[in-house]
């Protein structure tokens, strides 16, 4: 059975460049605070071009020190007529490369160069059609009539001066515009999401046709690139790998393995917070797959003295992310040189830990919120830029077995965050193990891990009344999450078939003692987060 996938998922760009810090042909994104901003700057890459995601307010001259072939204006929540609404700097468009301004960015071009946008009497959401009365450049090679995907109130009701209006809407009179003389460009409605079916073939038009970009980007160049810059930052030293086993990690450590060698030291931490017998699959792999050399450290009964008693999620992850690195410091201190820590940072942990483009802390990620202030290494984050989809094609690249390149994410913490609202002990782990491994099982048998962003247990501290054997019972409660994902930024829950859940619920409840009930969480991501803490 397929599941389909949402599409709302972003990208970040980070900087895969040389030793001046500019990529040699990348397109720069500046977000205005849509919540399709990352997502345009996913689609551009798609396109085979590397992207930028920057916030509104860097300035001209940030933008052209990265040197792009062109620049995009993503949509934004707000009026272009409202008070501390974010302004579009006209300098921007006096840079000398192609401007299009998406939704919001079109309004403030408008704007800005003397077209007339106004509160219109409807809004226009969702799913509107498009028609085309001058392909122009940027809509070349679309039909004359297309749906589109449109959020916004303002509108466009007449293009700047000079500029040519290519296309209206169900409620927009100007609903695309461009000016091939200044090569400026604009649309109302969003290409980067799946409800606009012809909107990578706008976006390529930009890009290709109008940028010129080549569009070679790919993960064969982003391995080239990073070892040259791993070399680089590491020069003749030494550093450690934290490897948990999954593929962000994994993917990091034979990046730096194949950058510096024998010079890298992979230290696996087992912190007794893993999946049932992952541990030793990890040392297996590693050790004998891909012989990188390797030290293994149970931690177990070590972690679980410094969860004792402690409630608070956040709190979880700082412990978990402190003591992480303290482990690391004395391993560090048996060898010689040591000076780099290699972690596999995503762009998902960052911009939800507040780094990326000005967002809040959503929650904090043990490898980016949790590092201690004395943090006695130089971190070596080769996939910081990077979204999951991307890593995994750069794993596939470097050979990597595939399930290992396709296994499910699994946050650092681990478990010890899907222990809601009670302390983590040995017996509640045990029993989210057992009941983790059924629910994995399971989905592979039914022939659907792939097609899952995540799937995975919860065990909340409370407990429900049941009845087995003519006998009351009072046991766990067990809560499945199964979500579709691009790369975690967003998420909609999975429609699991009935039969496979009533197959995972019977196997759970007869085969843990100790759980009496299962339910399954139909959240999706926005309002909710995939993890429960």
Same mark, same amino acid.
């Given at each position: 059975?397929?599941?389909?996938?949402? +599409?709302?998922?972003?990208?970040?760009?980070?900087?895969?460049?040389?030793?001046?810090?500019?990529?040699?042909?990348? !397109?720069?994104? %500046?977000?205005?605070?849509?919540?399709?901003?990352?997502?345009?700057?996913?689609?551009?890459?798609?396109?085979?071009?590397?992207?930028?995601?920057?916030?509104?307010?860097?300035?001209?001259?940030?933008?052209?020190?990265?040197?792009?072939?062109?620049?995009?204006?993503?949509?934004?929540?707000?009026?272009?007529?409202?008070?501390?609404?974010?302004?579009?700097?006209?300098?921007?468009?006096?840079?000398?490369?192609?401007?299009?301004?998406?939704?919001?960015? @079109? +309004?403030?071009?408008?704007?800005?160069?003397?077209?007339?946008?106004?509160?219109?009497?409807?809004?226009?959401?969702?799913?509107? #059609?498009?028609?085309? *009365?001058? *392909?122009?450049? %940027?809509?070349?090679?679309?039909?004359?009539?297309?749906?589109?995907? @449109?959020? *916004?109130?303002?509108?466009?009701?007449?293009?700047?001066?000079?500029?040519?209006?290519?296309?209206?809407?169900? $409620?927009?009179?100007?609903?695309?515009?461009?000016?091939?003389?200044?090569?400026?460009?604009?649309?109302?409605?969003?290409?980067?999401?799946?409800?606009?079916?012809?909107?990578?073939?706008?976006?390529?038009?930009?890009?290709?046709?109008?940028?010129?970009?080549?569009?070679?980007?790919?993960?064969?160049?982003?391995?080239?690139?990073?070892?040259?810059?791993?070399?680089?930052?590491?020069?003749?030293?030494?550093?450690?790998?934290?490897?948990?086993?999954?593929?962000?990690?994994?993917?990091?450590?034979?990046?730096? *393995?194949?950058?510096?060698?024998?010079?890298?030291?992979?230290?696996?931490?087992?912190?007794?917070?893993?999946?049932?017998?992952?541990?030793? #699959? =990890?040392?297996?792999?590693?050790?004998?797959?891909?012989?990188?050399?390797?030290?293994?450290?149970? $931690?177990?009964?070590?972690?679980?003295?410094?969860?004792?008693?402690?409630?608070?999620?956040? #709190?979880?992850?700082?412990?978990?992310?402190?003591?992480?690195?303290?482990?690391?410091?004395?391993?560090?201190?048996?060898?010689?040189?040591?000076? /780099?820590? =290699? #972690?596999?940072?995503?762009?998902?942990?960052?911009?939800?830990?507040?780094?990326?483009?000005?967002? $809040?802390?959503?929650?904090?990620?043990?490898?980016?919120?949790?590092?201690?202030?004395?943090?006695?290494?130089?971190? =070596?984050?080769?996939?910081?830029?990077?979204?999951?989809?991307?890593?995994?094609?750069?794993?596939?690249?470097?050979? @990597?077995?595939?399930?290992?390149?396709?296994?499910?994410?699994?946050? &650092?913490?681990?478990?010890?965050?899907?222990?809601?609202? &009670?302390?983590?002990?040995?017996?509640? %782990?045990? !029993?989210?193990?057992?009941?983790?491994?059924?629910?994995?099982?399971?989905?592979?048998?039914?022939?659907?891990?792939?097609?899952?962003?995540?799937? /995975?247990?919860? %065990?909340?501290?409370?407990?429900?009344?049941?009845?087995?054997?003519?006998?009351?019972?009072?046991?766990? =409660?067990?809560?499945?999450?199964?979500?579709?994902?691009?790369?975690?930024?967003?998420?909609?829950?999975?429609?699991?078939?009935?039969?496979?859940?009533?197959?995972?619920?019977?196997?759970?409840?007869?085969?843990?003692?100790?759980?009496?009930?299962?339910?399954?969480?139909?959240?999706?991501?926005?309002?909710?987060?995939?993890?429960?803490?």
């Amino acid at each position: 059975m397929s599941l389909t996938e949402p +599409q709302g998922s972003p990208v970040a760009a980070g900087p895969l460049a040389g030793s001046d810090g500019v990529v040699t042909e990348q !397109v720069v994104v %500046l977000d205005y605070g849509g919540q399709y901003s990352q997502l345009i700057a996913r689609r551009v890459r798609e396109c085979g071009v590397f992207s930028t995601l920057l916030p509104h307010h860097v300035g001209p001259d940030e933008v052209a020190r990265r040197k792009p072939l062109g620049l995009i204006l993503s949509g934004g929540p707000a009026s272009v007529y409202a008070d501390g609404a974010p302004r579009l700097d006209p300098a921007l468009l006096q840079l000398g490369i192609p401007v299009l301004g998406i939704c919001y960015g @079109m +309004q403030l071009i408008a704007r800005e160069l003397g077209g007339r946008v106004e509160g219109a009497e409807v809004g226009e959401y969702g799913r509107s #059609q498009l028609t085309v *009365h001058d *392909h122009g450049r %940027l809509l070349a090679d679309t039909p004359d009539e297309q749906a589109c995907w @449109m959020s *916004h109130r303002d509108t466009v009701f007449a293009p700047p001066p000079g500029f040519d209006a290519l296309a209206s809407s169900t $409620a927009s009179p100007v609903a695309a515009i461009e000016s091939v003389e200044r090569g400026i460009y604009g649309i109302q409605f969003h290409p980067e999401v799946v409800h606009t079916p012809y909107g990578q073939q706008v976006l390529r038009n930009f890009l290709i046709n109008i940028c010129g970009a080549a569009g070679t980007w790919s993960a064969r160049s982003v391995i080239q690139e990073q070892i040259e810059r791993i070399r680089e930052q590491v020069g003749d030293g030494r550093a450690l790998c934290a490897l948990s086993g999954g593929v962000d990690s994994s993917v990091a450590a034979l990046l730096v *393995h194949q950058a510096i060698g024998d010079r890298l030291v992979c230290v696996f931490v087992d912190h007794g917070l893993m999946r049932k017998d992952e541990g030793a #699959q =990890v040392i297996s792999t590693f050790k004998d797959h891909f012989h990188v050399p390797l030290i293994a450290v149970d $931690a177990e009964e070590r972690y679980l003295e410094k969860l004792r008693g402690v409630v608070d999620p956040e #709190q979880k992850r700082k412990i978990i992310g402190t003591e992480f690195i303290r482990i690391f410091e004395e391993e560090a201190a048996k060898l010689d040189g040591i000076r /780099f820590l =290699v #972690q596999g940072t995503l762009y998902s942990d960052v911009i939800e830990s507040g780094g990326g483009t000005g967002t $809040a802390t959503i929650k904090s990620h043990h490898n980016v919120g949790g590092l201690p202030d004395d943090l006695e290494f130089e971190l =070596v984050e080769p996939l910081r830029s990077l979204f999951k989809d991307e890593v995994r094609a750069v794993g596939a690249e470097l050979g @990597m077995p595939e399930r290992l390149v396709w296994r499910q994410p699994f946050p &650092g913490p681990g478990l010890a965050i899907r222990v809601v609202g &009670g302390e983590v002990t040995k017996e509640k %782990l045990d !029993v989210l193990r057992e009941a983790d491994a059924i629910l994995q099982d399971e989905i592979r048998r039914a022939g659907l891990y792939r097609e899952l962003w995540q799937s /995975f247990c919860v %065990l909340p501290d409370v407990r429900a009344v049941g009845v087995q054997g003519d006998e009351r019972t009072y046991g766990n =409660v067990i809560a499945i999450r199964a979500v579709t994902s691009d790369d975690a930024m967003t998420a909609d829950w999975a429609r699991l078939p009935y039969d496979l859940l009533e197959q995972i619920a019977s196997r759970m409840i007869n085969e843990i003692r100790p759980v009496g009930r299962v339910v399954l969480d139909i959240t999706s991501k926005p309002p909710g987060t995939i993890e429960w803490e």
